[in-house]
């Protein structure tokens, strides 16, 4: 009889055990359940975007932000702005982060505000996350170019609204834009993946860093890695190396989209 109730006693304790380790993985599943309804509702209601504002004076910011505000259903006041970089020369405070509604397009904004910067500038804000948490969060709309490029600058982690650039064996555009404020763009170029000439050597790349570009991507090659690899505040990807320069006939597209490595990237 001894033996019979230890049998049973044992039989409900290893039963109430299960069913506390049933009932937390199923509160997990829950709250997991939970979280991603969460993350999708909030996709759909709101998105963080930059704008560019660049050059505006106060006034111009202030009227910005009251039209903003008097648009239905806009969520942007002027306690929503956050300056992310500060540039005493502008007269202004470049790249603001507002939040406004996914249906609230670019070409709707600067219609809005009557802001003069091209809707390029409009982007989703990715500070602070990483490449994976990115693909979580966008999972329903991210696209990711094949694994093709090489880490080559200084900084080996950067983003920014993308400037285009569609050229083959001729990087004079290229040099021409990285002589232009950059203000924390991208220059993304369709080189047609060409590994007989370098697109970027150390002098364009030196431009580029020096007037605030955050990097390139080049569907091409570069020379001069070890020079562009001391350059740490500019990021450079490319398919490879080849040590000859380009011909120069001011020859290329700019600001036209551009595919490649799976995926078409257009201007902003």
């Keep these: 009889a001894m033996a019979q109730r230890c049998m049973v006693l044992n039989i409900v304790l290893h039963y109430t055990t299960y069913s506390a380790l049933f009932a937390h993985s199923h509160q997990q599943q829950l709250q997991q359940q939970q979280r991603r309804r969460q993350i999708k509702e909030k996709r759909k209601?709101?998105?963080p975007v930059l704008v560019d504002v660049a050059g505006m004076t106060a006034a111009a910011l202030t009227g910005m932000v009251s039209r903003m505000s008097a648009i239905r259903g806009a969520s942007a006041?002027?306690?929503t702005f956050r300056a992310l970089t500060l540039r005493s020369l502008d007269r202004a405070l470049t790249f603001k982060k507002v939040q406004v509604p996914t249906t609230f397009t670019a070409s709707r904004f600067f219609s809005a505000t009557g802001s003069s910067s091209s809707?390029?500038?409009?982007?989703?804000?990715?500070?602070h996350k990483s490449t994976p948490d990115l693909c979580d969060e966008y999972e329903d709309t991210i696209r990711v170019l094949d694994p093709i490029f090489r880490n080559y600058g200084g900084k080996q982690r950067f983003s920014g609204t993308a400037v285009t650039v569609k050229c083959h064996e001729d990087n004079s555009k290229i040099k021409q834009l990285a002589k232009t404020q950059g203000n924390g763009r991208v220059i993304v170029v369709d080189g047609g993946g060409s590994r007989r000439r370098a697109l970027l050597g150390d002098q364009v790349a030196l431009d580029a860093m020096q007037h605030g570009w955050s990097g390139l991507v080049l569907y091409g090659s570069i020379r001069d890695v070890d020079e562009i690899g001391a350059l740490q505040d500019l990021?450079?990807?490319?398919?490879g190396t080849h040590p000859?320069?380009?011909i120069k006939r001011d020859e290329g597209q700019v600001?036209?989209?551009v595919t490649f490595a799976g995926g078409t990237i257009r201007p902003g």
Aim: charged share 10%; no cysteine.
């Design 77 to 79: 006041t002027a306690t």
């Design 255 to 257: 600001d036209v989209p």
């Design 244 to 246: 000859i320069k380009t």
């Design 45 to 47: 209601t709101s998105v």
């Design 119 to 127: 809707p390029a500038s409009v982007m989703p804000s990715f500070d």
């Design 235 to 239: 990021g450079v990807q490319a398919l």
